[in-house]
């Protein structure tokens, strides 16, 4: 019905940046909130930034100020531009999002998420 699809992850080195994108399709009426969280291998998946659809938005301690997400609602897409990347943010990175059918059915979607290895 939909999906999610992001796409950007690759190899960086230390204090280098990438930009992560993620597009939904379907069937799609509205999406609220669009999320991106990590997992690094053996570790918890954690959030690692937030946005409404009015593009206010949340950030962790450990990303704040290095991370920016932001969003275009006019092609369901949202970004994390990520710079000064550290060893510690090599993980695999989830596009999240709720997102309505029409005005009386919802459901929270995950992409099956795009690698991203900080390494010198």
């Known amino acids: 019905q939909v999906q999610l699809v992001e796409s950007g992850g690759g190899l960086v080195q230390p204090g280098g940046s990438l930009r992560l994108s993620c597009a939904a399709s379907?069937?799609?009426?509205?999406?609220?909130?669009m999320n991106w969280y990590r997992q690094a291998p053996g570790k918890e998946r954690e959030l690692v930034a937030s946005?409404?659809?009015?593009?206010?938005?949340n950030y962790p301690d450990s990303v704040k100020g290095r991370f920016t997400i932001s969003r275009d609602n006019a092609k369901n897409t949202i970004y994390l531009q990520m710079n000064s990347l550290k060893p510690d943010d090599t993980a695999v990175y989830y596009c999240?999002?709720?997102?309505?059918?029409?005005?009386?059915?919802?459901?929270?979607?995950w992409g099956k998420g795009t690698l991203v290895t900080v390494s010198s």
């Open positions: 379907g069937r799609i009426f509205v999406i609220n909130a």
């Open positions: 999240n999002a709720d997102v309505w059918s029409d005005s009386s059915h919802g459901m929270n979607y």
């Open positions: 946005i409404t659809r009015r593009g206010s938005t």
